[in-house]
């Protein structure tokens, strides 16, 4: 019972730093002069799509059957889409803007560190893992640590007051 009680806490705590470093973020996001083009949010309302496809794909579910069963279509679905894809390309540019300004790099043991975390959460092994290391998954580990460094630098400097 104490040790469900711990681990309870635990997510609880980590959550809540989560929602703390995404809200810091977003604040950092804001103070950007920063305009997508309509090529890049229509990237990036597709990216989302394709989330939701992956995520319904996970429980055995179509795009189609869900617009069925929300009764909406894939415009609609675009449309809703469009603000966490907005704020996803602010936040990503945000991130490089932190990252150019102070020089942050992505050591290659910090790169192996994030994958091995990557083969843990998905229980496999570096072997296993080889055939879908490529140029475009490394990118997204060195994408990743840079993230981290990035958020680290927003989490220390930022003045937490209660309210």
Do not use: W
Not at 15 to 42: K, W
Not at 135 to 159: C, D, N, P, Q, Y
């Amino acid at each position: 019972r104490e040790q469900l009680k711990k681990s309870m806490q635990s997510y609880t705590d980590e959550r809540g730093e989560m929602d703390l470093q995404d809200r810091l973020l977003r604040m950092a996001a804001e103070t950007l002069e920063y305009t997508p083009t309509e090529g890049e949010v229509e990237e990036a309302v597709q990216e989302q799509m394709n989330n939701l496809r992956a995520q319904l794909s996970q429980q055995g579910l179509t795009l189609d059957m869900y617009m069925q069963f929300m009764n909406t279509t894939e415009e609609a679905l675009r449309e809703e889409a469009k603000p966490a894809a907005l704020a996803a390309l602010q936040n990503a540019a945000a991130i490089d803007c932190i990252v150019e300004v102070e020089k942050l790099t992505a050591e290659k043991e910090e790169v192996a560190q994030a994958l091995a975390m990557v083969c843990r959460q998905n229980n496999m092994t570096m072997e296993q893992i080889k055939p879908y290391y490529d140029e475009e998954f490394e990118k997204a580990l060195i994408r990743s640590v840079l993230t981290g460094k990035a958020m680290h630098l927003i989490r220390e400097a930022a003045v937490i007051t209660e309210v």
